[in-house]
């Protein structure tokens, strides 16, 4: 049985104030049937990581460098991430990828650093409108998965979450038979290359404006392991009633 995870990408937002919120998730779900796992920003790592140390919630950064240290002004080594409280990294992010031109080669060596510091990289995958528009989704996740994902990856040190980018913060979400393709290949992909009993024990979650209100639907769809939430990852109350959805899935 691979354990569902509700995962908060808190993106550029936060500030101390905001980990009153922590507080009451934690409260909330002190016990949890699916793993909780929060990505603030750098700057509130190791605070969140010492207010939610005993708790179900485990904390994450948001990205790191394929580097151990050096002369990389304003970046962030996975050791440094894992000396501050996170078992987990996010990487590959469409954000990260428009916004600083990240590629599947530099991701993927960024998932060994990560996996040589001892976390566990949450790799995104996802196409965008066009690419969606011209037919062309699965042969770009395909791509994505080739060359991103790392021949170390385990069911332990990585995950991989599904986020269509023109569905990120827009509202929008793909049919349910659309995240099903996806989802169904990023499995099929798994078991090719690493063998059916490390292939089934990676998780697979969707992001892409889940919600309370479309998480129970999204959380039934086969091979669906938990979701990457962003905005909605924010206010404990939102956040909660999806962990909620996936502890009943």
Not at 142 to 157: H, I, K, L, W
Request: glycine share 10%; with cysteine; proline share 2%.
């Amino acid at each position: 049985m691979r354990r569902k995870i509700a995962a908060g990408n808190w993106k550029m937002n936060g500030t101390a104030a905001e980990l009153s919120e922590i507080a009451v998730l934690a409260r909330a779900h002190s016990a949890s049937d699916c793993e909780i796992l929060i990505c603030p920003p750098a700057t509130l790592l190791h605070r969140m990581s010492a207010a939610t140390h005993g708790t179900a919630i485990r904390t994450g950064g948001q990205d790191c460098h394929a580097a151990v240290s050096g002369a990389h002004t304003g970046d962030i080594a996975a050791a440094m991430l894992a000396d501050a409280g996170a078992s987990a990294v996010i990487l590959g992010h469409s954000e990260r990828r428009t916004d600083h031109g990240e590629t599947d080669d530099g991701i993927r060596a960024k998932a060994n650093a990560a996996f040589e510091a001892g976390l566990q990289a949450i790799l995104c995958v996802g196409e965008t409108e066009t690419q969606r528009d011209a037919a062309n989704t699965l042969e770009v996740i395909a791509n994505q998965m080739a060359r991103a994902v790392p021949d170390g990856a385990t069911g332990e040190n990585i995950v991989i979450a599904y986020e269509p980018v023109w569905a990120i913060g827009t509202g929008r979400v793909p049919a349910r038979d659309q995240i099903g393709d996806v989802h169904d290949l990023i499995r099929s992909r798994l078991n090719d290359r690493f063998g059916a009993q490390i292939g089934h024990s990676v998780r697979i979650l969707y992001g892409g404006s889940v919600k309370s209100s479309n998480a129970a639907e999204i959380f039934s769809i086969p091979n669906v392991d938990g979701a990457l939430v962003g905005g909605a990852s924010l206010r404990a109350d939102d956040f909660s009633s999806i962990i909620s959805a996936l502890n009943t899935a």
